[in-house]
Nanobody
Framework: VQLQASGGGLVQAGGSLRLSCAAS????????MGWFRQSPGSEREFVAA????????YYADSVKGRFTVSRDNAKKTVYLQMNSLKPEDTAVYYC????????????????????WGQGTLVTVSS
């Protein structure tokens, strides 16, 4: 399974960006897809996730009401729409895919995912 993330860039505070993550290879509708981020000097943290089949979404408290995760099953692509961006949202954003049978962690944890994309940089200027 390969994940290709795109859509990062430089945006002013209050602006919006949409990240995309295209999956290729053998995946399953039972899988979960997640977005994590990591800023310099910090650990990678959960941002949002979605159940591939049911479409149920999960969010970190820090992004609730501003970010929306969605998926296009036909394109095997997951999106992260980021609105009202803040300077503290600056980070490298990673998409991840997880098979719940093999990756026993929760939607919110790194060990809930077995496949990771290369990351895309989001920079929010004040």
């Amino acid at each position: 399974v390969q994940l290709q993330a795109s859509g990062g860039g430089l945006v002013q505070a209050g602006g919006s960006l949409r990240l995309s993550c295209a999956a290729s290879g053998r995946t399953s509708s039972s899988w979960r897809m997640g977005w994590f981020r990591q800023s310099p000097g910090s650990e990678r943290e959960f941002v949002a996730a979605i159940a591939w089949s049911a479409g149920i979404s999960y969010y970190a408290d820090s992004v609730k009401g501003r970010f929306t995760v969605s998926r296009d099953n036909a394109k095997k692509t997951v999106y992260l729409q980021m609105n009202s961006l803040k300077p503290e949202d600056t980070a490298v954003y990673y998409c991840a895919a997880g098979n719940p049978i093999l990756s026993r962690g929760s939607y919110y944890s790194n060990d809930g995912y077995g496949y990771w994309g290369q990351g895309t940089l989001v920079t929010v200027s004040s």
